[in-house]
């Protein structure tokens, strides 16, 4: 019997050695819920219905803040940072098409897409203009918001964290890491818990397919965007699904534009430091 107590004890030692050895880059914390675990509300919007929920109070001549969540995952990956921010500022997060809540049809993936749902969701709020802040697939969505016409309008300034400017601008050996694995593994339960009726297979090859092919965009494009100041462009200092060089290029495009890099944490950062994220979307909305 002690003999199994102290070997057990042995194995709780070096896992707990194992855990605080491991850097916070290489992490994948669990997912957060949103405060209060909202049931939120489903809107009809370019054929698909898109879920969304607030938190915070709206106040007269402040905009919102538009909380746009990464590739395959759900708004429930900025839980921490929404409870953070809902203390100061009225913020909306919603489930890009086919993701969490949200619905799909057949319609092909597009960050085009994703922006105008995005905008008409804001318009069917009676919202004018919001500060979006954009993780991986909606970093590119919010950049897409930004290079259309109408779409943009709606952006008072946008925070874009681990966005590119096309498919080279992914990191090859990303999907191969132990963490994206982690992450693939944990969004696939996610997703069968949130969409019950969802087509996983066809949802995965939209996104895949949206991925490896989109976006396709110049420093010409990038010339158009004029909000300056109003924009920043982040990632994290282990950043491993964009290639390194890709924050300081866009940054370089959009005049006047942000440089943040967050430490000590990856692709993930929502995750491995809200705090910190947190704290950078506030200096981003003050400026």
Not at 86 to 95: E, L, R, T
Not at 131 to 158: C, E, K, P, Q, Y
Not at 191 to 196: C, D, E, K, S, W
Request: aromatic share 10%; charged share 15%.
């Amino acid at each position: 019997m002690r003999s199994t107590i102290y070997s057990s004890v042995l194995s709780c030692l070096a896992a707990i050695a194992v855990a605080q050895t491991t850097p916070v880059w290489e992490t994948l914390p669990p997912t957060p819920q949103l405060p209060g675990n909202p049931a939120g509300t489903h809107t009809e919007i370019n054929g698909v219905k898109i879920w969304h929920a607030e938190f915070g109070t709206a106040v007269d001549g402040e905009v919102p803040v538009l909380m746009l969540h990464g590739g395959f995952g759900n708004s429930d990956y900025y839980g921490n940072i929404v409870k953070t921010l809902m203390a100061k500022h009225h913020v909306i997060v919603m489930d890009t098409r086919g993701h969490g809540r949200s619905t799909m049809d057949s319609t092909p993936f597009t960050y085009e897409l994703y922006a105008a749902d995005a905008s008409a969701l804001l318009e069917s709020l009676g919202v004018a203009k919001a500060a979006w802040v954009g993780w991986s697939d909606m970093a590119i969505g919010t950049f897409a918001a930004l290079l259309d016409g109408h779409n943009s309008t709606l952006v008072d300034r946008a925070f874009a964290f681990g966005g590119g400017h096309d498919p080279q601008s992914t990191n090859a050996t990303f999907t191969s890491s132990a963490t994206y694995a982690a992450f693939i593994g944990r969004a696939t339960k996610e997703y069968a818990a949130l969409q019950p009726d969802g087509d996983l297979k066809a949802f995965a090859a939209a996104v895949e397919t949206l991925e490896s092919t989109q976006p396709n965009w110049t420093e010409a494009d990038f010339a158009k965007v004029k909000l300056g100041a109003k924009v920043t462009i982040a990632d994290g200092q282990y950043e491993e699904a964009v290639v390194l060089a890709e924050p300081a290029l866009l940054n370089s495009w959009i005049a006047g534009s942000q440089r943040v890099t967050l430490t000590n944490v990856s692709h993930f950062a929502p995750l491995q430091d809200p705090d910190q994220f947190a704290a950078e979307v506030e200096e981003f909305l003050s400026a």
